[in-house]
């Protein structure tokens, strides 16, 4: 396949499609990012001969800090008819998420808000244990916007989604791991040797049984669609909030979006509040 993706890097070998994100400072979940991720979807769904698609990040500290905060605040900010039919984020990730390929997320660094909401799309999550993954958007007023009060609340239950989603922590990779976030955490020198070895060993079977695989086993969970449009409605009422800006300029003027503000994103949060 010969894109042209300016956040994401692809390379396909043997099987095997690599994406590496590579968008400084933070690799911003961002226009551009997304655009990238429309243009690589439609290509990996028609690619017959590529049976799995590993993600990582070509930045050793974010995989994707979070969606665009400056994006967030051009959307719709009155009140909006109740949805029927999914928005463009939403649409975007469960067309990934229905993709025939393995997606494996291979997570080494920090995944918030859309990041975490990305990886969460992704058919397997493994992460260093170094790792960091927070839905922070509750702090700003908003609440997470890209099905990750339906997939947190389906793969942590309801009471782990709604700490992960109200509290607003950041989270060790260990403790994902114990709540269904992701699948495991592993040391970080063994993370890359163990998705290139799983990756490898999937792309060895036939790939027939391996897409049937994938959609029976999707066949057995309930449509995503009507908890996403259940979302969508109330990420909408949020957005009408008038002290929406005056958080967000708050947010932005103490760091958030710049490289030393994510890494420590807990105390801009807190001046927010």
Known sequence: ????????????????????????????????????????????????????????????????????????????????????????????????????????????????????????????????????????????????????TQRLGRFAGRARALEIALGCDDFDAATAARYGWINRALPAAELRPFVDRLAARVCSFPPGAVRAAKRAVDAAAESFEPGLLAEQAAWNTTMTDPSLDARFDAALAAGMQTRAGELDLDAILRTVG
């Open 1 to 148: 396949m010969d894109l042209e993706l300016v956040t994401l890097d692809l390379t396909v070998a043997a099987e095997l499609a690599t994406v590496t994100i590579d968008h400084p400072p933070v690799n911003l979940l961002d226009a551009p990012m997304m655009l990238d991720l429309v243009v690589l979807e439609a290509a990996l769904r028609d690619a017959d001969d590529v049976h799995v698609v590993v993600f990582r990040s070509a930045d050793p500290e974010f995989f994707i800090a979070h969606a665009d905060v400056e994006l967030i605040r051009a959307l719709p900010r009155t009140r909006q008819p109740e949805p029927t039919e999914l928005g463009f984020f939403h649409a975007l990730l469960e067309r990934i998420r229905t993709l025939p390929q393995l997606t494996i997320a291979e997570i080494d660094g920090i995944a918030r808000g859309g990041g975490s909401e990305f990886a969460l799309s992704l058919d397997l999550r493994f992460a260093s244990e170094r790792s960091t993954f927070a839905q922070p958007e509750v702090a700003l007023g908003i609440i997470p916007g890209g099905g990750g």
